[in-house]
């Protein structure tokens, strides 16, 4: 039977790993994936309609939330671009985006079905389901299709 001196210390220890690793990451690593669920969405340059709007996103633009300040959020994209939206504007949808220059939607999950359509890099798709490597997406828009993982972020 392991002595209760033990089992402390071993808890200590992951405990002191757990803050380490959070310290290491500053938070990122357990930041919450979200999506624009509006139709259009301004980004911000703080948390508040006051601030100025820096660009606008799409439906479906995914985005990592880095910090939540009231009713905004403060988050990062695709690019790595930082910006505030408001907590009204997105929510738990599964989604990617583009990002590569030039992405072929196809009929089905294999390089073998048909090219449906081109598209360029930072295009917002939902996901509809998953199979091996390839995504089934929707675009705001209505057209369907499959893309390569390779092909989203």
């Known amino acids: 039977m392991r002595s209760r001196a033990y089992v402390l210390i071993k808890a200590c220890s992951i405990v002191s790993i757990l803050i ?3 310290i290491i990451f500053g938070g990122t690593a357990f930041a919450e994936r979200v999506a624009v669920a509006s ?3 301004n980004i911000r340059s703080g948390p508040g309609t006051k601030y100025d709007v820096l660009w606008q ?3 479906y633009h995914p985005i990592l939330v880095l910090k939540k300040s009231g009713n905004w959020y403060h988050f990062r994209d695709f690019e790595d671009d930082k910006g505030w939206i408001h907590k009204s504007l997105v929510g738990k ?4 985006i583009t990002n590569k220059e030039k992405c072929d939607v196809r009929s ?3 390089t073998k079905f048909e090219i449906l359509f081109t598209i360029k890099e930072g295009i917002p798709f939902k996901i509809l389901k ?3 490597n ?7 828009d209505g057209d369907k299709g499959w893309i390569h993982k390779s ?3």
Do not use: D, E, F, M
């Open 93 to 96: 949808i599964p989604s990617v």
């Open 108 to 110: 089905g999950p294999s």
């Open 151 to 153: 092909l989203v972020w």
């Open 130 to 132: 998953r199979k091996g």
């Open 57 to 59: 996103v799409a439906k």
């Open 20 to 22: 380490t690793l959070a």
């Open 39 to 41: 139709s259009l969405a």
């Open 134 to 140: 390839w995504i089934h997406v929707q675009h705001a």
